[in-house]
């Protein structure tokens, strides 16, 4: 049976992939046997627009998590690149208004306030959006960004010449809504900066860390291309800034229309069947890591996780290999002596790599931070121990 799409609408989205049901990752457990609530994670794409997407939504609220100290880091390093765009777009900063919808787009604005864009504001989750909780965040706005209550801080704020939207469009659940209401908040011929993580890498190499419960939308240049014109946007320019594991997009588009259904594009359309492709391997990818980790443990020694974050969650819980793996290595403080949700690992300081003599600490974060990570734990692999990555695309990765 075939499922409404978050993007263009149709009956079309055919679910292609299920991982299971698993708790959502930032719960971190004080407890070992605390009771868990599970959420099923599931991947469908849509024949009409060929978006894949989340066919089972976890509902927002749900993923509030029970910390205020988690926050999201995005890339940063293509930045100093958009702002120039888009000061050679805007021209003179005088009497320009540079809007902003979360605390994701701060760094996008001071680069502009740099510029002589000073005239800015962000909107406020307390004032603005009435949300009172200090651990919720983009989760939340992204159900609260509607048409209506844009239009009203629109007339607020002042309608931006240039809106920042960065990381959260791809955990929308309401996709028309949601980019109807951003239009509400530019000017006609302002300008709208989106920014997406890039699944294409993922879906070639067949890394299924890349699913996340928080993640509605998994796009590709192609299908994250057509989104704006959902609120009466023509795209200016959409680039692709490489990095590792995920790439980010980021288009720049003017407020030209009215907003409407999404123009579908025929290169969307070509992207059709690229998930088919990913669930194929799904099972056999998970045999190929059990067997490599068994081996490992029995010639070699004891495996640990290095990263307590979603990917970990992803990779240990997804696998089905959480009984290979003694504990998870992380040196956040707030993680310490909790257990990683799902697989009940211990989260323990970097030092217990050595202390327990483990042979094989598994890379669970960034791909850019992993040659930070070894050098300042030259101990473990004087000891003897190696560092591989989780991710297909590191050049340490356990699937070589």
Known sequence: MSIACLVCGAEAVEEKLDVGSHPVASFYLTQKDEPENNVRLALG??????????????????LVPPYDWIVAMEPEEHLDTVADQVEALLGDPEGKVVGALTYKDDTMVDRLVRKGFENTWRIKLDEDLGISDPSASNETVQKLVTKKRMAGLGSKLGQADFLIVRHILEHVEDVPEFVMGLSELVKPGGILMLEVPDCTSNLKL???????????????????APLSSIGGFESIRQDVYERPFENSLVQLSRKTGEPGPVKISADAKKQVGALTSYADRFEPACKELRTKLEKVRDEQGPIALFGAGHLACAFVNFMGVADLIDFVADDTPQKQYKFLPGARLPILPSSELVDKKIALSLLCLSISNEEKVIARNQDFEKQGGVFRSIFRESSRSIFD
């Open 45 to 62: 794409q849509c024949t009409n627009c060929g978006t894949i997407q989340s066919t089972d939504l976890v509902p927002h609220s749900a």
């Open 206 to 224: 067949a890394d299924y860390c890349m699913i996340w419960e928080e993640h509605s939308l998994y796009l590709t240049p192609e299908t994250f």
